[in-house]
């Protein structure tokens, strides 16, 4: 089977020849893995023969002017098209350090709105049309990644203690913010779509917790947040597409929430945050494609690594609907040889 007819059986619960392995290393953890023998030509999908996953993405930003502030050996300090300013590590596994921000009440988020609308310009179209082709030939799976909610907003655009206290105090504002990053890019991959350029999915980013805890409550969560997701997955599948959702943290109280709308699939399961994906399976398992859950603190010891494998992937891939991957990134501590004998060790136990 090819990545997209293994994603297809996945996503309906029926087996396939195995589960898919995919996973998303961090730039630190390629830039080892390069030292280690990973030629610097061939990207690691393809070094691991891992699964292939496409995604089509399309800016919704206010496109505001970038420029690089500092650059050292360690660092570099940058503007983004949102209008932020940030500080990425070089060499080391971690998120961006959000430094300011443009847009930071309800004046400066409508005037950049105005930059925010979908156009022509924002797709390019020989480009997309040329990788599309060189996609359906190699048999892979296509996501379509939505840029909105909580997530994105409070950190890529606005900043996390601004929007939580909007979320109290400002909660029109916030849900404008919401909505209208979705429906820019909706519109846009509507045109993508009429074009015959069809893709198999959707997938967005939305961490909604942390260790132990969410960011906000449920009933938050079901004014101000769910009705946007209900959005974005009703458009999925109308089109016939299932919703694919990343989010981060301990997230359980927000699962029925999430089933109730109609998600299809839901990452990365992050053990260390509370997220027990045995639990998961048993609960929600039939409705609920689950992708992730192999907890990435062990990945660096070969025998914890094995253990964990062999005690949840057989449980995990019963009747489908479980994706291979870490539960969040391949953190830089694993080594070439140690990646390739979790993809080798997914293989033999996902395997039908």
Not at 241 to 267: K, Q, T, V
Not at 300 to 318: G, H, S
């Amino acid at each position: 089977m090819n990545s997209k007819e293994r994603f297809s059986r996945i996503f309906k619960h029926q087996e396939a020849d195995r589960i898919p392995i995919i996973d998303d290393p961090w730039d630190a953890t390629i830039e080892r893995w390069q030292k280690e023998g990973l030629p610097k030509d061939r990207s690691f999908v393809d070094f691991f023969d891992l699964d292939r996953v496409e995604k089509i993405h399309l800016d919704n930003s206010p496109r505001l002017p970038t420029k690089v502030l500092e650059d050292t050996a360690e660092y570099r300090v940058y503007t983004s098209e949102w209008g932020v300013t940030l500080k990425q590590w070089k060499h080391a596994a971690s998120t961006p350090e959000f430094l300011d921000f443009t847009i930071t009440d309800p004046d400066t988020w409508r005037r950049h709105k105005e930059r925010m609308a979908p156009s022509e310009e924002r797709i390019d179209w020989p480009n997309l049309k040329s990788r599309y082709k060189t996609w359906c030939r190699q048999g892979a799976w296509i996501q379509a990644s939505l840029w909105f909610g909580f997530d994105v907003t409070h950190s890529w655009i606005v900043g996390t203690e601004r929007i939580l206290f909007a979320l109290i105090e400002n909660p029109e504002w916030v849900k404008e913010m919401f909505n209208h990053l979705l429906e820019v890019q909706l519109q846009m991959l509507d045109r993508v779509w009429e074009a015959g350029l069809h893709f198999d999915s959707i997938w967005w980013p939305d961490d909604m917790g942390y260790k132990g805890h969410q960011f906000f409550s449920v009933d938050m969560y079901r004014n101000l947040l769910k009705p946007v997701h209900q959005r974005a997955i009703d458009w999925a599948h109308q089109k016939g597409i299932p919703a694919h959702l990343h989010s981060c943290g301990d997230i359980r109280p927000l699962i029925p929430e999430l089933l109730d709308i109609g998600l299809d699939a839901l990452n990365p399961l992050e053990v260390k945050a509370g997220m027990d994906p045995l639990q998961l399976k048993a609960e929600y398992g039939d409705r609920l494609v689950l992708h992730g859950g192999i907890n990435a603190v062990l990945w660096n010891d070969p025998e914890a690594i094995r253990a964990e494998m062999e005690r949840v992937i057989p449980t995990l891939k019963e009747n489908g609907g479980y994706i291979f991957s870490s539960d969040h990134s391949v953190p830089s501590s694993v080594s070439l040889n140690d990646f390739r004998t979790i993809v080798n060790t997914a293989k033999i136990l996902g395997a039908y």
